[in-house]
């Protein structure tokens, strides 16, 4: 029932239905938001949280009150109620234990967690049946961890399951994802040259900075996280420091960390989103970012950027046929080598390229043998070619540590496996060749981390 989204996503037949409604639901560890768009609207829009006012986000909180469960603002309204049962940080604790205990009752975690989704969902009514929504797509603030999504997919299927009809298609990225998607539907100005976001929510500050590559179509466009600890959202011993001094030093760390990430990069424009930002402590900060270009501000970019990846798979964009999203679990770089090929009767011996990975795969599946019959080669030279270069490094193995024989009477056994989107292993083994020579048994080892060459 659950699907994983892959970016370049086959259009689905079955999400053409007229009238339907699509969902982009931003499931944060403190705050949610949704955003939604149908079939004769296909422009999203984000709804409000309360109708009372103009606030988009809603807690993801969930409490049992005198035996009712209530979600969101309501539930913050009754968190102090005596009795009232407080659920809080529902998504990771789904992932970390089946159930917990609470004021003497046990309760499955993943059904408070699709509880909490179905009360929070009832928000897009106007838009139609939540159960027959033709599509949804979470984006959480989970990692891009390859175990950790795999684990964020199994939980939200089972609580997902308890509130939407088996047509309705369920999906899931990171956020990394969604500010690709969001800025790839936004004026081409707007991302033309590095974007920065900042996003100072949870527990401390974020930032995403997406980047071009390449000189011509198809570009190739990565998100970069990096986290900022020393910049919390509650510092300790806070409450001792007066307000005025407290945002000063707030200021003046974020004037830092601008500094920091513009050592970096070369961005043109920022977000700024996230509770964190409010008020007017950025006086310092402020100006030097916007030394930079425009600067935004806003919560609403994670649920919009689901919604257009969702429409992507109903109207097509042109403009993602000539930018393609990188992520950290899709390698960066086509691997091959060039081996001596014999060719036919009475033609010389040449060097062919090998091709061995593609850029753009996922470094999981990236894992190959292949064998060699080295002739008088003292290096084995592999070609790392990357998406943001225009000239191919070349990866020396020193084979000279293996028994010097005469051409044709070796054999090596060589295995290629990328560790992560950019660590390159490579393992030499000498097998000998057959019964003629026996392999030595000497086994070569080498480790290529191409993000620092």
Sequence with gaps: MFEKLDLMDKINKELKGRGKTYIGYDLGAGYGEISVFTEQDLNPVT?????????????CMLVKHRG????GFEAQGLAEEEGAL??????????K?????????????????GLFLKLSLQLPEDYGKVEKAGGILFTTYIDEDPALQNRVYEVLAKAAGQIFGKRTRLYLQTRSESIFYFLMHQEESLYREDTLICDYQQDYLKSYVLQKHGIRA??????????????????????????ATREEHLDETFRQVIMDIESKYDFGLAYVIGDGFKGNWMDQSLIRLCEHGRVFQGNNLYSLGACYCLRQMITPSPVLEEYIYYSKQDIHFDIGLYC??????????RLEYMEIFEQGSSYEACKRTIYLLPEGEDKL????????ETTPRRL?????????????????KVTLEFTDYCTLQVTVEDIGLGEVVSGSGKVLRETFDLKEQ
Excluded: W
């Design 47 to 59: 709804l409000l949280s309360r109708k009372d006012a103009t606030v988009f986000h809603f807690p």
């Design 68 to 71: 009712r469960f209530y979600a």
């Design 86 to 95: 407080v659920f809080e940080d529902l998504l990771e604790l789904a992932m």
């Design 97 to 113: 234990q089946p159930t917990v205990v609470a004021g003497g009752q046990r309760f499955e975690t993943e059904y408070l967690l």
């Design 218 to 243: 198809p570009f190739a466009v990565t998100v970069t996280r990096t986290d900022y600890p020393d910049m919390q959202l509650m510092p300790p011993r806070a409450e001792e420091i007066s307000v």
């Design 340 to 349: 001596r090929s014999q060719g036919t009767a009475g033609s010389s011996v």
């Design 381 to 388: 030279i592999i070609e790392a070619r990357s998406i943001t």
């Design 396 to 412: 020396g193995i020193d084979l000279k540590v293996f028994p010097q024989r005469r051409a044709g009477l070796s054999k090596l």
